[in-house]
């Protein structure tokens, strides 16, 4: 029998000499069995444990009223300016999807055996708008969601949905304004994509909700549509 240590390839050890990969959150060096995060940051991420009450949590609450959703987790509790609140940022602008991949696959692996996926049929990566994508060059949410993929192998739906329109910054204007601001912007043009699936809607951070609201409702338009939620983060304003 071959022992089940963790060995790591020549190839894997060599990169870790010549490109030494830091931490996302605190920017030490990682050791080459970690990924993204250090085991320092990993311990004390303010995470939610929605998960182990996907039904009836402070994240699906949000949406109590808003459209009917099935069940939701959000992994971190969002604190602007804080440490945690560095991954979110370097995500979004810092130009690197592979965070989106490694942590969508990291906390995939983590919710695996609590049963937060049984019955999600497939991913729905929230969908940006064209020029949104040229700008930044890659959605973070579809990376996301391409960690959970490896991890859980449920497939991807992409293109079911067009995003419209493209907007400077929101972070100025009201909650009102906001939902009034995205409200329009999905448009299902593909039905068949998503009819009779279970959909976990994914995305980087909830600050108002209003995308995933405007979002799900478009989605339901489909027949036999069923909504959850994943996102990295939610905005502690919002479920305090
Ligand atoms: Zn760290």
Known sequence: MKSKKITF???????????????????????????????????????????LSPTDNELVRI??????????????????SSASARIIYELKYGNKPQIGLS???????????????????ALFPVPLSRRRLMQRGYNQS???????????????????????????????????ERNENVANDFKLIDQQKI???????????VTTGATIVALATELLKAPNVEISVFTIGVANSLVA
């Open 63 to 80: 949406f109590w009223g808003r459209f009917p959703i099935t069940s939701g987790t959000s992994f971190l509790l969002h604190v602007p």
């Open 9 to 51: 390839s020549l190839a894997e050890r060599l990169l870790n000499l010549i490109a030494p990969r830091s931490c996302v959150m605190c920017g030490s060096r990682l050791t080459i069995s970690e990924n993204t995060l250090c085991a320092d940051c990993n311990m004390h991420l303010p995470r939610t444990n929605y998960h």
């Open 142 to 176: 579809l990376e996301i969601a391409r960690g959970i993929n490896t991890a859980t192998n449920l497939p991807i739906i992409d293109g079911a949905i067009k995003r419209r329109r493209f907007r400077s910054s929101q972070t100025s204007k009201s909650r009102i």
């Open 195 to 205: 009819n009779g699936q279970h959909l976990l809607i994914i995305d980087d951070i």
């Open 103 to 121: 942590l969508g696959k990291a906390i995939a692996e983590e919710y695996l055996p609590t049963g937060f996926f049984n019955g999600i049929t």
